[in-house]
């Protein structure tokens, strides 16, 4: 049994004039599994990101989610962080008096700061004792944030563009700190349009139009991703740049 | 027990540092209400204090070229429920001065207690001064504190203030600070208050940014809940080339409290330049998520963003 299991899932805007998002999307994410989801800019990547992690105004229209056999439809976003699942977002906030170690040790007993700051290329010295806020750069607290994740051990991680914001130079970092994941157990769901970010993982899958359109090994799904090819949606989406 | 030894306890129940009081490497005065408990001086300050008919005023100078190594402790508060204490204090650091005032206003049975507090600061050429004041209420509301403060900083001075609330129910709270600082001059102002039940808070910091170059920003952060209000006005005025300044505030509004921000700012010069922003409302769905995804409660996320921003 797959750890997520999404059927169906269908997610279309509130507004007036409502837009579907998400369009009968499936997909499924085993356990310990690195799972690269690609596809270019408004294909829904993140959007799927906040349904899963039931963010405020994501509740799908219809479809299924399930975690590790229990339903994840009604909990809020902290039951299903309780459940094992967490996220982190593509711009992460800042927070105003807190400092990096106190937010590595949110809600966990691992007393150990330090190694998760260490994970992510970034010196538990100089950083352990600096505030979460403006002070940081945006690279520095994209690390920040993939260490407070890896910090609380989770089941699966959602991980939306971990690598924008961190320079090239960097790029193995973050693939470091996704192998760290896997390492301590973790499935990773790792939202990229970079194909050389999504060529790591065990498997991928490729978002258009709101529906998977091509998964399996990430080789020939970033392929597939670069032929901009598809045979479900009208191609419009595909062939965006 | 005397109401030093009082006033003693109660400031070191709220944190402050008892040693120091009795540490002759620390300079202090402690004062209830209208009377002064005690005092100590050390050498390069000069502190002149006496009681008035209607409170006490007390002159502090910082000698010129001096740098207290530790900071002056300053234990204000009335003990009893009733009661008001009206301080009149001027401070004056000379030229090249340094000195940081740790000041601590202890209202722990307030139910009508009136704390007033007019202040005139002169800072001299290159003199720094810091200035903390942390107030612990108790949790009837009765108290009313009314601090203005007039600051002058000198020509490459520097000015910082830390206004703390976080402590018990505020009661009514009607800050009015006023710095003006000189060329290449320095002003940091900060408050941090934490409103409940009908709590009023009123706060007021200008800044005329009056010499070439000279430099501020007004910092507050404000919580507040149940029926609580809050107005925050910051004004910055640049009024000589090269000077720059700044007004961030941010309040958090929970239950039926009601918030206000009035930033103003002012360019009298083409070379000068002031900016500002606001947040005011309830806590940053984005903060509150990112929290929640760490498993945190939407309460207990609350809780570590209120905290933090008045941290």
């Known amino acids: 049994m797959a750890l997520l299991e999404i059927k169906d899932l269908v997610y279309e805007t509130k507004a007036h004039h409502s837009t579907r998002i998400l369009d009968g999307l499936s997909l499924s994410v085993e356990s310990g599994e690195v799972h690269a989801l690609i596809g270019t800019n408004g294909t829904g990547k993140s959007t799927l990101a906040s349904v899963i992690m039931g963010c405020e105004g994501y509740g799908p229209a219809s479809g299924d989610a399930i975690f590790d056999g229990s339903s994840l439809a009604g909990l809020k976003v902290h039951e299903r962080a309780r459940l094992g699942i967490t996220m982190a977002w593509q711009e992460p906030v800042r927070f105003e008096g807190i400092t990096v170690s106190q937010y590595l040790s949110l809600r966990n007993d691992s007393g150990r700061p330090a190694r998760y700051i260490e994970l992510v290329g970034l010196s538990a010295e100089r950083y352990g004792a600096r505030m979460v806020d403006r002070s940081l750069s945006g690279g520095e607290r994209k690390r920040i944030e993939l260490a407070s994740l890896l910090a609380l051990k989770p089941k699966l991680a ?54 998977i359109v091509c998964a399996g090994n990430p080789a020939n799904v970033a392929e597939h991703y670069k032929s901009r090819h598809c045979n479900i949606c009208t191609g419009r989406e595909c062939h965006y740049v | 027990m005397s109401e030093l030894e009082e006033l003693t306890a109660c400031f070191g129940s709220a944190g402050g540092d008892v040693k120091a009081l009795a540490d002759a490497g620390f300079a202090h005065l402690a004062a209830s209400g209208h009377r002064i408990l005690s005092s100590r001086t050390v050498e390069g300050l000069e502190v002149k204090a006496r009681e008035t008919w209607n409170g006490i005023a007390a002159r502090v100078t910082v000698k010129k070229g001096v740098k207290l190594r530790n900071p002056v ?33 202890i209202f722990p049975k307030a139910e009508k207690v009136r704390h007033i507090m007019d202040a005139r600061v002169d800072i001299g050429e290159g003199a720094e001064m810091r200035y903390s004041e942390t107030h612990y209420h108790g949790p009837h509301g009765g108290v009313e504190v009314v601090p203005k403060l007039s600051v002058q900083v000198g020509q490459n001075g520097r000015y910082f203030t830390d206004f703390t609330l976080t402590t018990g129910r505020v009661g009514k709270l009607d800050i009015d600070y006023t710095v ?62 090269g000077a720059r300044g700044h007004v961030d505030c941010m309040e958090i509004v929970k239950d039926r409290a009601a918030a206000r921000a009035v930033p103003i700012v002012q360019v009298n010069d083409p070379g000068a330049k002031v900016t500002h922003e606001a947040a005011i409302g309830s806590v940053d769905k984005r903060q509150m998520e990112t929290l929640m995804a760490h498993g945190l409660t939407p309460e207990e996320a609350v809780d570590v963003i209120v905290k933090g921003i008045l941290k």
Do not use: W, Y
């Open chain 2, 180 to 241: 003006e600082a000189g060329e290449n001059a320095v002003a940091e102002l900060t408050a941090r208050v934490f409103g409940h039940a009908t709590d009023d808070i009123h706060i007021r910091d200008r800044v005329l940014l009056a010499g070439k170059n000279a430099r501020s920003i007004i910092k507050t952060r404000v919580a507040i809940e149940d029926d609580a209000t809050a107005e925050v006005t910051g004004i910055t005025e640049g009024n000589a080339a």
């Open chain 2, 73 to 105: 402790h300053m234990c204000f508060g009335v003990l009893h429920k009733k009661g008001t204490q009206k301080i009149d204090m001027e401070v004056t650091l000379e030229e090249g001065a340094s000195a940081h005032f740790i000041a601590h206003c």
């Open chain 1, 158 to 211: 959602i991980l939306d563009e971990p690598d924008s914001g961190i320079d090239m130079l960097s790029t193995q970092d973050i693939i470091n700190v996704i192998a760290a994941f896997k390492a301590g157990g973790s499935a990773v769901l790792l939202i990229t349009h970079r194909e050389e970010i999504a060529v790591i993982a065990d498997r991928a899958s490729q978002l258009c139009g709101g529906r």
